[in-house]
């Protein structure tokens, strides 16, 4: 019996650590050391922030902050202390010069460790907030850019670059187990959490959408809100595309179920208030950016709805909005040709 638990305890290490991988990815690409040291920095931040919502009920930090950030939504506040945590933490390691995120209305300087980083960050960091008090996976979601000479770290300039200029991408997902999800542009790794080594272990390597997709995720109620052509769309995924229908209404978690399984999950523009113009709810930046570099190295494409690849765009501004659709590559298309 020892021997079989023995062996058993074995095996548990026979997955590459995170730091492992590290150094695999550091003997192909030697001039990403501070890459991969940064990548180390999100995953110490990803167990913090898990560490907090595995007891937000206990630790009295689940609900509202009783604020309302950039974006004029009600800030929950474990909103605020995951951006609390990446900004304190990224402010000691000195691996980057500035961040911006969704809970900030303007980047934030790194402080005098950062002083010199080669490498910005743009945080979501804590997606699908209406989904914290009842216990359904959130995430973070992070998008690395180099740093633009010539210009202050904390000009917003540093954030309008295309998302295919991402060096760095991204998310955590805390769900019933929490996932590491990245790529430095060669390849989508997982890495799982081990919570009693407290140590992320690569569960899936070189993560690619599989041929045929099997969901597909949209907020149903916003059937009213969208233009007549979305509307099309919305019903052609419903009524005729043979996908199932799944959303969970956090983005990490629908778009990482449909990475796994094969899907698509669109937000288009939507006038919620009937004011006769569209606009998105996703922002660019933080959340779209880094979903479509994932979603690309895997085999899959992410545009706007109108046609434009989501890495292609540049953004005009920091919290800049857009429709969004992203998934298996046949579908998407299939989906733009609606019009
Ligand atoms: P966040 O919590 O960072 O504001 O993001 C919420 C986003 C995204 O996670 C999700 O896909 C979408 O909002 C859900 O929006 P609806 O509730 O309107 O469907
Ligand atoms: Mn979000
Ligand atoms: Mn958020």
Redo the contacts with the bound molecule.
């Keep these: 019996m020892l021997g079989v638990l023995y062996f058993r305890s074995i095996a548990m290490l026979s997955s590459q650590t995170l730091t492992q991988f590290l150094l695999h990815h550091l003997a192909k690409h030697p001039d990403q050391i501070t890459l991969s040291l940064l990548l180390s920095d999100l995953a110490t931040i990803g167990k913090a922030i898990s560490q907090k919502t595995n007891k937000a009920g206990i630790a009295k930090i689940l609900g509202s902050a009783g604020k309302t950030n950039v974006?004029d939504?009600e800030v929950q506040k474990l909103d605020m202390l995951s951006n609390e945590l990446c900004k304190e933490y990224l402010t000691q390691t000195g691996r980057v010069a500035a961040l911006a995120s969704?809970e900030e209305d303007m980047p934030v300087d790194m402080g005098n460790a950062g002083k010199d980083a080669a490498y910005v960050i743009a945080f979501?960091p804590?997606?699908?907030?209406?989904n914290i008090d009842v216990n359904v996976s959130i995430g973070t979601i992070f998008s690395v850019h180099k740093r633009l000479s010539g210009i202050e770290r904390t000009d917003e300039r540093q954030f309008l670059q295309q998302g295919n200029e991402q060096v760095l991408a991204g998310y955590i997902l805390y769900g019933s187990s929490t996932v590491l999800v990245c790529s430095f542009g060669d390849g989508v790794h997982e890495f799982t959490l081990d919570q009693g080594l407290g140590e992320f272990l690569l569960s899936q390597e070189h993560m690619s959408l599989p041929s045929n997709a099997k969901y597909y995720s949209v907020?149903e109620c916003?059937m009213k809100y969208v233009c007549e052509n979305d509307q099309k769309r919305m019903l052609w995924l419903r009524d005729e595309s043979g996908l199932r229908g799944r959303y969970i209404?956090?983005?990490?978690a629908?778009f990482h179920r449909n990475l796994i399984k094969g899907g698509v999950f669109i937000?288009p523009e939507i006038d919620g208030k009937n004011t006769g113009t569209y606009a998105g709810?996703?922002r660019l930046n933080y959340?779209l950016k880094p979903m479509a570099f994932l979603i690309e190295q895997a085999g899959g494409v992410a545009t706007n709805g109108k046609g434009d690849n989501i890495l292609d765009m540049t953004p005009k501004s920091l919290h800049q909005r857009c429709g969004f659709l992203v998934g298996n590559t046949s579908v998407v298309e299939h989906i733009e040709k609606i019009v």
């Design positions: 974006q939504e969704e979501d804590l997606d699908g907030s209406t907020n916003n209404g956090s983005l990490v629908d937000y709810k996703l959340e």
